[in-house]
């Protein structure tokens, strides 16, 4: 996969909503058991283990926080 990945926030909204079985409007802020849950469905998604570090983990606390870490670990298991 070349530049960005194609991992939206909607694809994030999704596995959110597939965890909690509620519709996609899920509130922004997300907790430990929903980021495991994140990190799971997209090494499985891309077929890579992200390696994040805890500060990279500690840092993410909304949809859109981890949206940034994910592409840019996804990015970096590229190179």
């Known amino acids: 996969m070349a530049g960005q990945p194609d991992l939206g926030r909607g694809d994030l909204v999704a596995m959110l909503a597939q965890l909690t079985d509620r519709p996609t409007d899920q509130p922004e802020r997300i ?22 570090t805890d500060d990279q983990l500690a840092g993410i606390r909304t949809v859109d926080d981890a949206l940034v870490v994910f592409q840019t670990a996804l990015v970096a298991a590229d190179g």
């Open 31 to 52: 907790g430990s058991m929903e980021l495991a849950w994140l990190v799971h469905l997209v090494e499985q998604r891309y077929d890579r283990r992200l390696d994040l």
